[in-house]
């Protein structure tokens, strides 16, 4: 199965494409997709959709998995999230794809053993259970191969229909 992990921002995408057969990875490929700050957000979201695209046309992933969103305190950062976020939903829709979401709670359980792990325990983990040579930078590509692996962790569950 190839997974699609998104974390979604409208600043930063991370993204990362894993192989999971068996009960192994292999890591395809991961980075980030970048807005720049002070771009009109319909031009930002935009271009998430187009670079996303290109992504999902290029690696034929099987389903996407994307992290829900966790609001905070301030509900502004929250909506320009909630919008990339829907046209992450919307391009995975377009391309055919089966989406699953996850919570932070859940995909640090998955990864770490524990839901309330900090940031750098899940990149360490990350790095660990892929075998990669150095952390991936930014933050938000661990998240998305963090959410990716929580989803492959959980795939085999018949409830989910994968």
């Given amino acids: 199965m190839i997974i699609l992990g ?30 720049p700050a002070g771009t ?3 031009l930002r979201i935009a271009s998430i959709y187009d670079q996303l695209s290109q992504i999902i046309e290029a690696y034929k992933p099987e389903c996407v998995a994307i992290e829900e969103l966790f609001w905070n305190t301030n509900q502004k950062t929250g909506i320009s999230v909630a919008e990339a976020r829907g046209v992450i939903l ?4 377009k391309h055919g794809l089966k989406i699953f979401e996850y919570t932070p709670l859940q995909v640090k359980q998955a990864v770490v053993g524990y839901g309330r792990a900090d940031k750098k325990q899940v990149i360490t983990m990350v790095t660990m259970m892929l075998a990669l040579k ?3 930078k930014p933050d938000d590509t661990a998240d998305a191969l963090a959410i990716a692996i929580c989803h492959a962790h959980s795939s085999g569950s018949r409830l989910l229909g994968v």
């Fill in 6 to 35: 998104i974390d979604p921002g409208l600043a930063i995408v991370g993204w990362g494409v894993l192989e999971y057969k068996g009960s192994s990875f292999r890591t395809i490929d991961y980075g980030s997709i970048t807005t």
């Fill in 40 to 42: 009109p957000t319909e």
């Fill in 90 to 93: 919307l391009c995975a829709v």
């Fill in 134 to 136: 150095k952390p991936p």
